[in-house]
């Protein structure tokens, strides 16, 4: 029921909360990544309260300016030290019976000082994580910023592996490499830890990068993600150092396989589930299927991993406006591994990739 001509960000998203928010509760929003999606504050401590007619915006006095920023119509701010302490006042003043806490996002220790303070009258309601669900759908706007970070850690990936080489460099070298080259191109941090794995190295899907050199004709996952304007970006490529052998490159056009059957599914109205099933009985029917022990992929916006996810346990349904990964891969323990992630956006018409770099294993020096 969003026909009201809302204009602010802050006052669109709160209405969509809203819509789907039981009438007889106040909502808490604890999660600050949630605080910043619904009311542009970045802060380390902050907490919204949303009921179906006010919301209130609470944080402490180091972020009294930046609040003031963030303060709309329809968004009451309060600035103190005891956030919980204040929000239970809030919820004691609506008069309503219940507060919905959002399932996983309310740490033990917040929810047992809330039993305290609310006392009897007030129900605790594990709730569904409302603002993930609508953090998923993407604006244009937000499109175009997560395009903007995909598009710089390309540029990052071009001038520090394929510009500058990685052949004798340890894998260490070649992430901090392109981790400083992102940074100085723009981006405000990384979106995750980069994984550069090199060989065996290469099979665990998480490996950290060592202080070993890389090798000549081998095959190196690099995995890697720009954060700008607080949107993230992330990619996977598995390049060859020089030529491999046939095994290495018959895994590798069999993953890209696998990602070309899954980013065809990539529509609104399909299933996480059916899109994961593409690229995973085609690996399986090659043989590998004990090799691709992860999920086919994730969500990207404020966060590197948010809903919707594609697996075979999911239970999301794909919609315009979505931003998730395809990152089928093959992991050989104790030989090599080969995974390669695009970020695609779900549109009317199907996958937009944001990704602007080759998927296959050409040689880098
Ligand atoms: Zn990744
Ligand atoms: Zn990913």
Known sequence: MSTSAAAHPTQERLAALRDRLPADGIAFVTDLIDVRWLTGLQSSNALVAVSADAAWLLTDFRYLTAADEAAVDGLEIRIGSDLLGAAAEIAKESGLPKVFLPKEKVTVGEDAKLADLLGDGIERVPSPRYVDALRAVKTEAEVTAIAAAQELADAAFREAILERGIIGRTEREVALDLEFTMRRLGAEAISFDSIIAAGAHGALPHAHPRDVAIPKGELVVIDWGAQLDGYCSDCTRTVATGPVDEKREQVHALVRAAQDASLSAIMPGASGRAVDELARTLIADAGHG????????????????????????????????????????????????????????????????????????????
């Open 290 to 365: 004990d090799h691709f022990g992860h999920g086919l992929g994730h969500g990207v916006g404020l966060e590197v991993h948010e809903g919707p996810n594609l697996s075979p346990r999911s239970q999301s349904t794909l919609e315009v406006g979505h931003i998730v990964t395809v990152e089928p891969g093959v992991y050989l323990p104790g030989e090599f591994g080969v995974r390669v992630e695009e970020l695609v956006a779900v549109t009317p018409i199907g996958p937009r990739i944001l990704t602007s770099l080759p998927r296959e294993a050409a040689a880098v020096s």
